[in-house]
């Protein structure tokens, strides 16, 4: 009698420390992720910022964002994936940094080749000012830890590319597209 008084005892101590019949609070509804543009259509991630009214396109560019291809990446971006896309007749500003932790880099708008030299002997940005200082340069680039920014018109549409022009870097994949739209268009495309 002893045993089931005190069995008894355990099993309403039990219930009456639990819930009892409260119903369990409704899972967390996670928060919508950030669905990613589709291949080939375009995006505007933050840092791409976009002025219609004052016809103004500001790209802040990390040479080494990621580790991919050996910090030899725009943003985390190499060998001709993730084309900026801006509008035909936009003033352009880039704001360069290198956060790669053992090489200087560079960046201009140059020609899109169909395979990239090994150096690159003159450095002529398509658009005037569209070039880091000392690009060729491996020692007065611009080195990790820096940065640096400069402006040019995108007056001329086509297919372009985004080159760092160190030796042996745009070879190894370090550009991207860089396309100026003549119908306005936009952003990135991934």
């Known amino acids: 009698m002893r045993i089931k008084a005190l069995t008894a005892a355990l099993f309403v101590g039990i219930a009456a420390c639990g819930n009892g019949d409260a119903p369990d609070p409704p899972p967390a509804t996670p928060a919508p992720a950030e ?21 103004t396109v500001t790209i802040d560019l990390i040479a080494g964002s990621t580790s991919d291809n050996n910090y030899w990446n725009f943003n985390g971006f190499f ?6 896309v801006v509008p035909e007749g936009y003033t352009v500003t880039v704001n360069f940094a290198n956060q790669d932790p053992n090489m200087a880099h560079s960046v201009g708008v140059g020609e899109r080749l ?18 880091s200082s000392n690009p060729t340069s491996m020692t007065e680039s611009t080195l990790p830890g820096e940065a640096e ?22 070879a190894t994949g370090m550009w991207m597209p860089f396309n100026v739209s003549a119908e306005g268009e936009a952003g990135v495309r991934n």
């Open 114 to 131: 169909a395979s990239w030299p090994t150096s690159f002997s003159e450095v002529t940005p398509t658009f005037p000012g569209a070039v």
């Open 35 to 55: 669905q990613p543009a589709a291949p080939g259509e375009l995006s505007q991630p933050n840092w791409f910022q976009m002025d219609e009214a004052a016809q």
């Open 79 to 84: 060998g001709g994936r993730g084309a900026i």
């Open 149 to 170: 920014s400069f402006t040019f018109v995108a007056d001329e549409a086509g297919e372009f590319a985004l080159i760092c022009y160190v030796v042996g870097h745009a």
